[in-house]
């Protein structure tokens, strides 16, 4: 999404988490969306404002050029294994939120 990001991306992944599936990155991925929309109220064209990218790809070295990938916006990964959200690159890189409750309930960690 390409508006909004910082802590507001948090509070956003945080009300979007009932709707995305755990355990199931292409299914929480069309929950994702779907809030999106209901929430941000496009009726039309999404102007690039909201768009799936594929995931970037490792350099040799088996890093990321998280610069290259997210250009001058925020880059957040959602894991639906775990129920957490991390900031990789951006304005709050290296923050995260916990515990998301993702499908409307908490994911059990594994120890």
């Known amino acids: ?3 909004g990001g910082g802590r507001w991306a948090f509070d956003t ?6 709707f995305m599936r755990a355990g199931d990155p292409h299914s ?6 779907g ?5 941000i109220g496009y009726h039309g064209e999404t102007v ?7 995931p970037p790809q490792p350099e040799p070295d088996g890093t990321i050029d998280w610069k290259a990938y997210g250009g ?3 880059v957040i ?13 951006g304005s709050v890189a290296g923050q995260e939120v916990r515990d ?8 059990r960690r594994r120890r």
């Not at 992944?13 to 009932?18: D, G, Q």
């Not at 929480?28 to 969306?33: D, E, I, N, P, R």
């Not at 809030?35 to 929430?39: A, C, D, G, Q, R």
């Open 28 to 33: 929480a991925a069309a929950g994702l969306c």
């Open 77 to 89: 990964l959602i894991n639906v294994d775990q129920g957490t959200a991390k900031c990789c690159f």
């Open 35 to 39: 809030f999106l929309f209901k929430e």
């Open 48 to 54: 690039g404002t909201l768009a799936l990218d594929p």
């Open 100 to 107: 998301l409750p993702l499908g409307g309930r908490k994911i």
């Open 13 to 18: 992944v945080r009300k979007a988490s009932p």
């Open 72 to 74: 001058d916006s925020d």
């Open 1 to 3: 999404m390409r508006c």
